[in-house]
């Protein structure tokens, strides 16, 4: 379902037209834009943890960006496999005991 787009919108009448004067709509969506929405859950997550410790400075390169985009990715893999293998020796040592 779709909202009812504001009067303000630089696009309204057109809207306005299809939504006529209910207060939302039944959109059809493409196949793509639906597993994005529904699947996006990972990239929202990697971004959430880059936009805690970034490394991005401002630079005049055009090469950097990628760079500090890279590393801050590394550091963030890094760490969740660390995490991860800390959370499989937890479990093996207690299971042995």
Known sequence: MSRDP??????????QEYFQDA???AVDISKIIDDYNNHM????M???YRSY???????CRTWMP???WILDTTIIN??????HKEERSHT???ESK
């Open 78 to 83: 890094a760490y969740l496999i660390h995490q």
């Open 6 to 15: 504001r009067i303000t919108s630089s696009n309204g009448k057109a809207i």
């Open 66 to 68: 990628l760079f500090f």
């Open 41 to 44: 859950n990972g990239v929202d």
């Open 23 to 25: 207060p939302s709509a």
């Open 46 to 48: 990697s971004d959430q």
């Open 92 to 94: 093996r040592s207690f």
């Open 53 to 59: 410790y970034s490394t991005q400075l401002p630079v």
